[in-house]
């Protein structure tokens, strides 16, 4: 079994209690509390696009929180809501600025709605998942994948929503082995051919979406672990005395994309760490 594989078999079984772990961080605390306190006091798309801190815990949850700078993009998708096919939220190629504008609905379902237990809620879990999986990329990107993959992937009912996520169409592309670069023009085309490959429905199957995922962390191990058809030349290899530390153009490539570009390395105590890696020994 390999090393991306265990590890992430090793965090599916005690997810619950590393996610616990996570959200009793100091830094992960401050943020949520700050966020839960303040987001009932948001009356309009301004405020909540004018509070870096509550704008930026917001878009750290749905995966785009390296766009908290551009609040010009912000305020138009948010501005645009949801309900109408053409609205920014819906036809931006990266499906989650339609899960983020669903979330903070303004126009649709008015200020209040972002403040509702339900959905200070949902926030504060899809937070927790998302700096739980950008910990693990410091060490696995594959691992940080796969729990992307297993999280987001249920969500989806087309190809093209996969080709809007280049988290996905990683996945996809590593399961299949399917070229990073298309030479297609025609994108509906890919779409249905990933369709064909992978039927929309087993991404609803826990059963299949477990299969899928293994398959992708096999099939990474293969291609950028030690010894792997990718290793040397892609990731490079650098010694390390007792250790080999892989890291640099393809593990550089792949965590560039991962959502959640911020290091939480620093959320993490040494003990913490050691009990962690101790239990993800499979």
């Known amino acids: 079994m390999s090393t991306t594989t265990s590890t992430y078999l090793g965090i599916t079984q005690n997810l619950t209690r590393y996610q616990k772990m996570i959200a009793s961080e100091p830094e992960v605390q401050t943020a949520t509390a700050y966020y839960a306190d303040n987001i009932g006091k948001v009356t309009s798309i301004s405020d909540f696009v004018g509070n870096y801190r509550l704008l930026s815990y917001a878009l750290k949850a749905y995966g785009l929180g390296a766009y908290v700078d551009d609040k010009g993009l912000v305020t138009k998708v948010l501005e645009g809501g949801v309900t109408k096919s053409n ?3 819906n036809t931006l190629s990266n499906s989650n600025w339609k899960k ?59 190809g093209l929503q996969i080709m809007g996520d280049e988290n996905l169409l990683d996945v996809v592309q590593t399961i299949f082995g399917l070229p990073a670069e298309s030479t297609s023009t025609d994108v509906n085309a890919e779409a249905k051919e990933i369709e064909r490959l992978m039927p929309m429905s087993d991404l609803q199957d826990s059963k299949k979406l477990t299969q899928l ?25 650098v010694s390390d005395g007792d250790s080999t530390i892989s890291d640099t153009a393809a593990a550089t490539s792949i965590l560039d994309n991962v959502i959640g570009s911020d290091s939480t390395a620093s959320y993490f105590e040494s003990a913490l760490m050691s009990a962690a890696q101790a239990s993800f020994t499979v």
Request: glycine fraction near 10%; charge should be negative.
């Open 87 to 89: 609205s920014l939220a």
């Open 100 to 158: 983020f504008a669903t979330a903070f609905d303004f126009v649709g379902s008015g200020a209040s709605s972002i403040s509702t237990s339900s959905a200070v809620s949902a926030t504060e879990n899809d937070y927790v998942e998302e700096q739980f999986e950008t910990y693990e990329g410091q060490s696995d990107p594959g691992v940080q994948l796969a729990l992307y993959f297993q999280r987001v992937a249920p969500t989806v009912t087309t």
């Open 213 to 237: 995922t293994e398959r992708f962390t096999a099939a990474y191990e293969m291609d950028y672990g030690p010894g792997g058809t990718d290793a040397s030349s892609s990731l490079g290899v």
